[in-house]
């Protein structure tokens, strides 16, 4: 099993500040299969990136996916009030896809 | 536009097992597959597995194999999820998530709360 460890496990930023999140596989992932969501309270997850640096439908453009292999970043290049969640990797290249165990990002 | 809309809250008995739906909409069932996910109270995302809506074809977390079981209904665009021999950490909210084209999860449900409680 592929285990993807996230870092940092909290980010202080405040609005308009840029944030970088961390994914790092225990093995390498197969042809990029690698995803991002972000959660907030009460809700579900929502699909932000594809495939390391694809963005999902309806995904502004601040926020962009890069890497390969074994490390994978989540960039959101000026946060916004409804950017502060909770933002989990999974990677979909193995028959057991596996989650991060989440990056919060708090205002600070 | 692409829904799922999950069954509602159940509260189960340790030992007990749980079947929990999810109704899809607005796409053509049998062209995605649908994997299901839990969530513990206050921790994080758990895959449990996944199954073909084209052909039933199943692929479960190892942790669950011998208790979990994933099956559609292709006439009611319906998919469901039942877990067995329920324990206390059985507790959390099940989503059901469209497996897209990109091989990820693109639409979630709304969630299920299963509680496992004496």
């Known amino acids: 099993e592929i285990v993807l460890t996230q870092s940092p496990g909290t980010l202080s930023l405040s609005p308009g500040e840029r944030a970088t999140l961390s994914c790092r596989a225990s093995?390498?992932?197969?042809?990029?299969?690698l995803a991002w969501y972000q959660q907030k309270p009460g809700q579900a997850p929502r699909l932000l990136i594809y495939?390391?640096?694809s963005r999902a439908t309806g995904i502004p453009d601040r926020f962009s996916g890069s890497g390969s292999g074994t490390d994978f970043t989540l960039t959101i290049s000026r946060l916004e009030p409804e950017d502060f969640a909770v933002y989990y990797c999974q990677q979909y290249g193995s028959s057991q896809r596996t989650f991060g165990q989440g990056t919060k990002v708090e205002i600070k | 536009q692409v829904q799922l809309v999950q069954s509602g809250a159940e509260v189960k008995k340790p030992g007990a097992s749980v079947k929990v739906s999810c109704k899809a909409s607005?796409?053509?069932?049998?062209?995605?597959?649908i994997s299901w996910v839990r969530q513990a109270p206050g921790q994080g995302l758990e895959w449990m597995g996944w199954?073909?809506?084209?052909?039933?074809?199943?692929n479960y977390a190892q942790k669950l194999q011998g208790r979990v079981t994933m099956t559609t209904d292709t006439s009611t665009s319906t998919a469901y999820m039942e877990l067995r021999s329920l324990r206390s950490d059985d507790t959390a909210v099940y989503y059901c998530?469209?497996?897209?084209?990109?091989?990820?999860?693109?639409?979630w449900g709304q969630g299920t709360l299963v509680t496992v409680s004496s």
């Open positions: 607005g796409y053509t069932f049998t062209s995605y597959g």
């Open positions: 199954i073909s809506a084209y052909n039933g074809n199943t």
């Open positions: 495939g390391a640096s």
């Open positions: 093995q390498s992932v197969s042809s990029s299969y």
């Open positions: 998530a469209r497996r897209g084209s990109y091989y990820c999860l693109d639409y």
